[in-house]
């Protein structure tokens, strides 16, 4: 299969030229940026960790050159994207959640900084979140251990609520877990739900089609790159079907999400920048402590309450960390 067939427009007007860039400065150090999602729907995140990079001290063109990989949601695609980056010796990688495992098994030798939804010792990457061990480290958002909590405030804006769609992205690995915990929160509410596939845009398409027929009163929707990188799709489909719905992340609650809870993955991106310039420094992946982004951040648009007919708690007004009016 050839590379380029997984770089996207964006990545290959950015990657392509850049080789050309660091051939003529062989001294620069090359960061490989390995990313499961679209330079299109996620360009915002790269913004982010090159923010975080130049904090470091590194900025791209500069003193160092960033060679972008994206695999377009296509995940069958990042073995060989992960065995690119090694092959050009580039000085770090960094992968967010589903390019985690595919980065590791390609290098035990290059230091790997990622972004992590779920517990990253559980999952293996690292022997623990002070001393990582190995060739890995990077910042954890624990999506996932948020999961019942964000339905148990969706409750709040259809306290009448008799059953709840759940989208979920299957080919996203961490997804089987989220499931399990969003079970066990429906069965401890007494609260049916309905998972229902989001695999691609099609899927999406026909989720919100499925909600409609079963008269779900409202929608949780999963985590993951692909369903965080298509928000206006959803807000629309949402808005279209008028149904009350809860995100993962803030910025689609500005987009026109009902609400989000959980925590910034842009800032997420931008702290994994700020590593990837400490281990070009000569610090070591084993000895910098995974970090755990302990802020979580309970967005409500106001606005999408009043056109969905929905009065906010004032209660959940008064605690939540911002209100869109």
């Given at each position: 299969?050839?590379?380029?067939?997984?770089?996207?427009?964006?990545?290959?007007?950015?990657?392509?030229?850049?080789?050309?860039?660091?051939?003529?400065?062989?001294?620069?150090?090359?960061?490989?940026?390995?990313?499961?999602?679209?330079?299109?729907?996620?360009?915002?995140?790269?913004?982010?960790f090159k923010e975080g990079l130049a904090e470091a001290g590194?900025?791209?063109?500069?003193?160092?050159?960033?060679?972008?990989?994206?695999?377009?949601?296509?995940?069958?695609?990042?073995?060989?994207?992960?065995?690119?980056?090694?092959?050009?010796?580039?000085?770090?990688?960094?992968?967010?959640?589903?390019?985690?495992?595919?980065?590791?098994?390609?290098?035990?030798?290059?230091?790997?900084?990622?972004?992590?939804?779920?517990?990253?010792?559980?999952?293996?990457?690292?022997?623990?979140?002070?001393?990582?061990?190995?060739?890995?480290?990077?910042?954890?958002?624990?999506?996932?251990?948020?999961?019942?909590?964000?339905?148990?405030?969706?409750?709040?804006?259809?306290?009448?609520?008799?059953?709840?769609?759940?989208?979920?992205?299957?080919?996203?690995?961490?997804?089987?877990?989220?499931?399990?915990?969003?079970?066990?929160?429906?069965?401890?509410?007494?609260?049916?739900?309905?998972?229902?596939?989001?695999?691609?845009?099609?899927?999406?398409?026909?989720?919100?089609?499925?909600?409609?027929?079963?008269?779900?009163?409202?929608?949780?929707?999963?985590?993951?790159?692909?369903?965080?990188?298509?928000?206006?799709?959803?807000?629309?489909?949402?808005?279209?079907?008028?149904?009350?719905?809860?995100?993962?992340?803030?910025?689609?609650?500005?987009?026109?999400?009902?609400?989000?809870?959980?925590?910034?993955?842009?800032?997420?991106?931008?702290?994994?920048?700020?590593?990837?310039?400490?281990?070009?420094?000569?610090?070591?992946?084993?000895?910098?402590?995974?970090?755990?982004?302990?802020?979580?951040?309970?967005?409500?648009?106001?606005?999408?309450?009043?056109?969905?007919?929905?009065?906010?708690?004032?209660?959940?007004?008064?605690?939540?960390?911002?209100?869109?009016?």
């Open positions: 299969m050839k590379r380029r067939t997984f770089i996207a427009a964006f990545g290959g007007a950015i990657a392509w030229p850049l080789v050309v860039h660091a051939q003529q400065h062989p001294t620069m150090p090359v960061v490989g940026f390995l990313n499961s999602a679209s330079a299109k729907n996620y360009g915002s995140m790269a913004v982010a590194y900025v791209d063109g500069r003193n160092v050159i960033i060679e972008y990989r994206w695999a377009e949601d296509r995940n069958e695609g990042l073995p060989a994207l992960a065995a690119d980056l090694v092959t050009r010796r580039v000085a770090v990688i960094f992968g967010n959640a589903p390019t985690i495992e595919q980065a590791k098994a390609a290098t035990a030798t290059i230091p790997i900084v990622f972004l992590a939804g779920d517990d990253p010792v559980r999952l293996g990457f690292v022997a623990s979140f002070n001393r990582p061990g190995g060739n890995l480290t990077g910042v954890s958002i624990l999506s996932f251990e948020l999961a019942a909590k964000r339905l148990e405030l969706l409750l709040n804006f259809v306290p009448q609520a008799r059953l709840i769609a759940v989208l979920i992205n299957s080919d996203f690995g961490p997804s089987g877990r989220f499931r399990a915990d969003i079970e066990s929160a429906g069965r401890a509410l007494k609260l049916p739900v309905q998972f229902l596939p989001a695999n691609n845009e099609p899927e999406i398409d026909a989720a919100f089609k499925m909600l409609a027929q079963a008269r779900a009163d409202a929608l949780l929707v999963g985590p993951g790159p692909f369903l965080d990188s298509r928000r206006e799709q959803l807000v629309a489909l949402a808005a279209k079907n008028a149904i009350p719905a809860a995100y993962e992340t803030r910025a689609t609650a500005l987009a026109g999400g009902l609400m989000s809870y959980g925590a910034s993955v842009q800032e997420g991106y931008r702290q994994a920048g700020i590593y990837a310039g400490r281990i070009l420094k000569g610090e070591r992946p084993a000895d910098l402590p995974v970090l755990q982004l302990s802020k979580y951040e309970l967005v409500v648009n106001q606005r999408t309450a009043k056109a969905l007919g929905i009065t906010v708690p004032p209660a959940l007004l008064i605690g939540a960390d911002e209100v869109i009016e």
